[in-house]
């Protein structure tokens, strides 16, 4: 009798488990899950920092250049009133 009992209060022990690791299996197939997602947020983050890298340059360049510019006609535009007044 006492082995059908110690049977019996293993099999509870097994199911006991088995429920266990079916919520381990869920809890690491959600974290899976959440990963793939994280790596592709990097990968695409990755993407636009080196498609930065390319274009900042050409975008700081083009900034200069129309603040030369805009300083340029500033000036120019102030010392024709100076010529216009001393006139």
């Known amino acids: 009798m006492a082995i059908l009992e110690v049977v019996e209060t293993g099999h509870g022990h097994v199911t006991d488990l088995r429920h266990e690791l079916d919520r381990v299996r869920d809890a690491l ?7 793939g997602v994280t790596d592709d947020a990097l990968a695409r983050a990755e993407e636009a920092i ?3 890298r390319r274009v900042a340059p050409v975008v700081l360049t083009v900034l200069g250049v129309a603040a030369v510019a805009v300083a340029t006609v500033l ?3 102030a010392r024709r009133r100076q010529a216009d007044r001393s006139l």
């Open 50 to 52: 080196a498609a930065t």
């Open 29 to 35: 197939d959600r974290t899976d899950a959440v990963l």
């Open 75 to 77: 000036v120019l535009r």
